[in-house]
């Protein structure tokens, strides 16, 4: 049982006890200590009766001194028939009453009930703030988008970086909803919906809340998973609900965050969700209804675009898409920036060696590496956050957390430190090739039992076959040096084969470097996991012969890199000896250790 439903049964419970002890208390509050008829008598010829009140069966009064046990109220049950003479003789005041059983029933009954209906009305109200089951049910047609208003958003352009293209699209936007009036003189009009597009964690949803902050109107977020329930109708009515509010607080912003969770394209898979299609139209629909004019921007985010469908798309609905995309390294530094505001750095911190160590990091990494990075001074007792804490969150990153405990044997331990010098001094021999930053026998991950760490010198977009030929004779010298040295192969290079088996076949069917192939593309970039899934089955384009061919030449590409490898590892065999000798007795070698050996090697021929 879940906690929040535990949670519930106990309120319940102590709602029933509380209900049950109230009725009781009810009726001692009206009921006082029976007294026998007798001592009535008794006390009424002592002449301490002051007042009383008859009805059918019993007789309440009011004595004039009290009993023992210290009450003055009474009651007991007539027995005899009439005692006005009595009464009379005795100078006591009393008067008759009927008693209504209908108000008896009333306060008995109906009062508990309704204090238990009052408590469990607020019981629901707290699980609805909470999120609760009896607050969904209760709320089920009402839209979940959180609110904020003018002042809620403290988020502005100035915390996001590393997206100026995008930031500048949307000023459009804040100058917009700040005077429409203005903005819309010569005729124009803000498009109707802007969607969001990019990688994960590249900021999309930061820079929806900068929007809002911009220009401080209010601004309703809401995911697009949160539309679609079990009940049948919920999603489009909260669709309604929520440009309802939207209008009523115009100008607004209404931000649906993975928009791809409800505006997946209708008809697209077997066996279709019905109430998914329904919201869908809802929106269409709504989209459709609102004037641009009234100040209503709608804005979503996704980074699976190609499944959408295609009515959510056209013109007048999300008319215009912006590419939220990786950072640079300039866009890398001012994310740095942004995020070590909140940290200690020390003086060795090179914000422009970190942007380049970190080339593919989105922003949503980058500020998991700083939080590693100051995680990792701490654990180390640092007064400020290093150079050498970053490389280490970086390691952590990219290669995975340190083993310490794994413990190599002699042998292996010597083909992972001849092998990973193979990469280095391959890396240093060619021109072109990236800067070897740190090399480490140190086992890290699942399976790295040692790695080597290049630093691009900058991003690059496209590369030469020449460029492409030598990554991959970095990427072979490790598998290089263990067959020069040893003379025999080991399982260590799985996953450089890998990436060079790719490399190759990109080159003969995709980038038609392959002078017998021709300039032609064989095969079409292959989808991602976030592609489509029928991009995965199509059929293939070419012969049986051609394919023969195009494994020949990927065979003859990488069987080239090896040889060259092993050639510059050969000519280079005194200084491989020396510097994997090195790295075993120190397990890691930094930039000072490796600018010696790349100060003796040789030239590349």
């Not at 995020?339 to 422009?352: C, L, S």
């Amino acid at each position: 049982m879940e906690k929040h439903t535990k949670f519930n049964l106990w309120y319940v419970s102590f709602a029933l006890l509380g209900v049950l002890l109230l009725r009781d208390a009810w009726v001692l509050m009206r009921e006082v200590e029976p007294l026998p008829y007798s001592q009535f008598m008794a006390e009424l010829k002592a002449n301490n009766v002051e007042e009383i009140s008859i009805d059918a069966s019993t007789i309440r009064g009011k004595l004039r001194k009290p009993l023992q046990d210290g009450s003055t109220r009474f009651v007991t049950t007539r027995v005899e028939a009439d005692l006005a003479r009595d009464l009379a003789q005795y100078d006591v005041r009393f008067t008759g009453v009927v008693q209504s059983s209908f108000l008896r029933n009333l306060l008995g009954w109906v009062l508990p009930a309704i204090i238990f209906f009052g408590i469990w009305m607020l019981l629901m109200g707290r699980l609805a703030d909470k999120g609760g089951l009896g607050g969904s049910f209760m709320s089920i047609g009402k839209s979940k988008a959180r609110i904020y208003v003018e002042t809620g958003v403290k988020v502005s352009f100035d915390d996001v970086a590393g997206v100026d293209e995008s930031k500048e699209e949307l000023k459009e936007v804040v100058n917009f909803l700040k005077d429409p009036k203005v903005y819309g003189r010569l005729g124009a009009r803000t498009p109707k919906g802007i969607l969001l597009v990019g990688p994960p964690g590249t900021g999309k949803t930061l820079l929806a809340r900068a929007v809002a902050g911009e220009s401080g109107v209010p601004f309703f977020s809401i995911s697009g998973s949160e539309f679609v329930e079990m009940f049948v109708g919920v999603g489009a009515a909260r669709v309604r609900d929520l440009f309802e509010q939207a209008r009523q607080k115009a100008p607004a912003i209404i931000f649906i965050d993975e928009l791809d969770a409800l505006g997946r394209a209708r008809g697209a898979y077997v066996g279709g969700h019905d109430e998914k299609e329904q919201t869908l139209n809802q929106l269409l629909v709504e989209m459709d209804g609102f004037d641009p004019a009234s100040g209503l921007v709608l804005l979503a985010a996704t980074n699976r675009p190609e499944i959408l469908d295609p009515a959510l798309l056209r013109a007048g609905r999300f008319d215009r898409q912006i590419l939220v995309d990786r950072p640079d390294k300039t866009g890398r530094m001012q994310i740095l920036d942004v995020h070590m505001r909140g940290i200690k750095t020390a003086p060795d911190v090179e914000r422009e060696k970190i942007a380049a160590l970190t080339p593919g990091f989105s922003g949503a990494d980058i500020a998991n590496l700083v939080n590693e990075a100051a995680l990792l001074a701490t654990r180390n007792k640092h007064d400020a956050v290093g150079m050498d804490d970053f490389t280490g969150a970086i390691e952590r990153i990219v290669a995975g957390l340190e083993k310490k405990n794994r413990l190599l044997n002699a042998q292996e331990r010597k083909i992972v430190a001849y092998h990973e010098m193979g990469h280095a001094l391959v890396a240093m021999s060619l021109p072109g090739s990236d800067a070897v930053h740190k090399v480490s026998i140190i086992p890290r991950g699942v399976g790295a039992l040692g790695y080597t760490l290049q630093r691009p010198t900058e991003d690059r977009f496209l590369m030469t076959r020449e460029e492409l030929e030598n990554k991959m004779a970095v990427l072979l010298g490790g598998r290089a040096a263990e067959h020069v040295v040893f003379g025999h192969l080991s399982t260590g290079a799985a996953d450089d084969l890998a990436k060079v088996t790719d490399i190759a076949r990109s080159m003969v069917t995709r980038y038609g470097m392959d002078k017998r192939l021709g300039h032609l593309a064989y095969e079409q970039e292959r989808p991602s996991m976030l592609g489509l899934p029928q991009a995965d089955i199509r059929p293939r384009g070419y012969s049986e012969m051609t394919a023969r061919e195009i494994d020949c030449a990927v065979r003859e590409i990488v069987d080239a890199a090896f040889a060259r490898a092993v050639e510059l590892l050969t000519t280079r065999r005194q200084l491989l000896e020396t510097a994997a000798r090195r790295l075993m007795e120190k397990e890691t070698l930094g930039e000072e250790e490796l600018a010696g050996l790349r100060e003796a090697m040789p030239a590349a021929a």
